[in-house]
């Protein structure tokens, strides 16, 4: 993160407060990069959480109250709700605002977007490529998009200096940031994110409908991997619902690739054929060491997880 002397913006409109959105307002308070952020949810419950954490100088009630003179509007919500929280401060919207999201798909929310937006405003979408399996605004913290990628997706013809005080908003909460078509970010993300949380949902849930399997052996005996496909398959339902009705073309692409290499690993198996499970095997390695070497992932042991204190029996008494 860097710390700015005079902010990029004068007022940063925040639309949904769970871990992304209260994040981005962690971020900007620790950063200076705004000089007023105005922040609402549809849940009253959540708004007044954000009030006794102090989320924002200002908690709104509707999203229409909250764009209200926002130089930067940023709606933070599931992205199968995109199109209607657009349509609700759409009319708000100050002339020259630039409106931007943070769903993981990008080719749909344009379309949902893009229409109920006014043509005085610049809409800059974006997809910030962090998160944790929490969520609500408790969950956010401003170091969250450090050394993450943020990818931007603006329109044809979307102005260049809006797209680029975007870029510097994002730069400026630690992320790095590139740009590419909405539809390419979502066959890359198909494969990088998407596909990935659809194999965890679906490895958790058959573990839980294994009949020879009691819970609690599964619990017991969870291992690294099974461990942290849990992780993601904690994940908030309602976003990842959303994400593959919207991206279900590229996942469902992704999904045939993957299931043609899974028939292979299955042949290999059955047929006892180590040198091609090795080949493989090795290849996905050099894959994973690639993403450490990006500083995308730590190569400590664990995944970086601190060790666990060994329990010490307690001694006999002496006699």
């Not at 893009?114 to 005085?120: E, I, K």
């Not at 279900?248 to 999904?255: F, P, Q, S, T």
């Not at 299955?266 to 090795?282: C, K, N, P, S, V």
Request: charged share 25%; hydrophobic share 45%.
């Amino acid at each position: 993160m860097v710390e700015l002397d005079q902010p990029l913006f004068r007022r940063v409109a925040l639309i949904g407060l769970g871990l992304i959105g209260s994040s981005i307002a962690r971020g900007i308070q620790a950063t200076g990069v705004a000089g007023e952020i105005v922040a609402t949810d549809r849940s009253p419950e959540v708004r007044a959480r954000a009030r006794e954490i102090g989320l924002a100088d200002r908690i709104a009630e509707s999203s229409a109250e909250a764009v209200e003179e926002a130089d930067l509007v940023i709606a933070c919500v599931p992205v199968g709700v995109c199109g209607e929280v657009a349509e609700s401060f759409a009319t708000h919207l100050a002339p020259g605002a630039i409106v931007s999201d943070v769903g993981s798909v990008k080719a749909a929310v344009v379309a949902a977007m893009q229409p109920h937006l006014p043509a005085s405003v610049h809409f800059v979408p974006a997809h910030p490529v962090a998160g944790t399996e929490d969520s609500g605004p408790d969950a956010g913290f401003a170091e969250l998009f450090v050394n993450r990628w943020c990818v931007l997706t603006p329109p044809a013809g979307t102005d260049a200096l809006a797209v680029e005080r975007l870029r510097q908003f994002w730069s400026a909460l630690g992320a790095n940031v590139e740009t590419m078509e909405a539809e390419h970010h979502d066959r890359v993300l198909a494969i990088t994110s998407h596909l990935p949380h659809l194999i965890a949902y679906t490895i958790v849930g058959t573990a839980d409908e294994l009949g020879s399997v009691t819970e609690s052996e599964v619990l017991k005996f969870s291992a690294g991997g099974f461990r942290d496909f849990t992780r993601i398959a904690a994940s908030d339902p309602t976003m990842w619902r959303d994400v593959f009705l919207t991206n279900k073309d590229a996942v469902l692409d992704m999904l045939g690739e993957f299931q043609e290499d899974l028939s292979k690993l299955t042949r290999a198996i059955r047929r006892g054929d180590g040198d091609a499970l090795f080949e493989h095997f090795t290849r996905t390695r050099a894959i994973r060491r690639g993403i450490v070497s990006l500083g995308q992932d730590e190569a400590r042991p664990n995944f970086g997880r601190p060790a666990a204190p060994l329990a010490v029996p307690d001694k006999a008494p002496s006699k």
